[in-house]
């Protein structure tokens, strides 16, 4: 049995990965600023007969909060094993519709966000000198992805952040993974921007996320492909497998994935005329 700590656990891909935990067995600390949604999250785990559940209230802009409610999660069971610092904002538009408040609440949320998570965990886990954190990051931290490069830009910086981490980490007992998944079916796709202006892109990327819905991966397929990956301590968990073949295709090719990401820009753009 492990003890995990899942952000943005209310919604999405960190309530699927809040699942799969509960249902091996596993105590996990749901949170999410969304208090009464990661509250009912934890509720619903609880009817698994498995594993346990409870729920805090968490920002994770706050640095402060973050680390309080890691030590104390560790001081409560006497230790942390499993960390997820998966919280995490959508971003859409063509560079020049952005504002710097999108910027900075990509920013704030994606790459500070697990930045304060890694703070918070990276010293209780090398005094225990065992553990695993767990960095959401996205296809797009490995790929070309155009129309919203904040959220591109910080999940890149995710996947750097991880990788040089692992290699810090080690020899020192501590385990680093870095989840990149291509597009699946989240709350997250849908609510582009929230709380800033929509921009004209990010309206048409919406519709056509909206129409690519039910083909989808499911975040459920996804949390049992990140705890499967975490089992066998990969460094990058890529799914599903298109993601993969991109992946590859950049790795192989990177001026033709950037022709392709040309591409996808003029379709979207090709929308608003």
Known sequence: MSI???????????????????ARG??????????????????????LGKGKATALPLDVTDA??????YRSVKAEHGRLDL?????????????EE????HWNRAIDINLKGVVHGVHAAYPIM????????????????????PVGIPYTATKHAVVGLSLGLRAEAAGRGVKVSVVCPSFVDTPLLANVNPDLPETPMSGNAKKDIQKASPRLYTAEKLARDIVRGVDRNKALIVAPA?????????RLNP???????QLAVGRIAGQQK
């Open 242 to 250: 298109h993601g993969r073949i991109a992946w590859r295709g950049v």
């Open 4 to 22: 995990a700590i899942v952000t943005g656990g209310a919604s999405g891909i960190g309530r699927a990965i809040a699942t799969s935990l509960v």
């Open 64 to 69: 402060d909060a973050v680390t309080e409610l």
């Open 98 to 101: 952005l504002t710097l408040d």
């Open 255 to 261: 001026g033709g994935a950037v022709r392709v990401a």
């Open 26 to 47: 596993d105590t996990v600390v749901v949170t999410d600023i969304n208090a009464d949604g990661a509250r009912k999250v934890a509720d619903k785990l609880n009817t």
């Open 126 to 145: 090398l005094e225990q000198r065992s553990g695993h954190i767990v960095n959401t990051a996205s296809l797009a931290g490995l790929v070309p992805m």
């Open 83 to 95: 960390v997820f610092n998966n919280a995490g904002i959508a971003i859409g538009g063509l560079a």
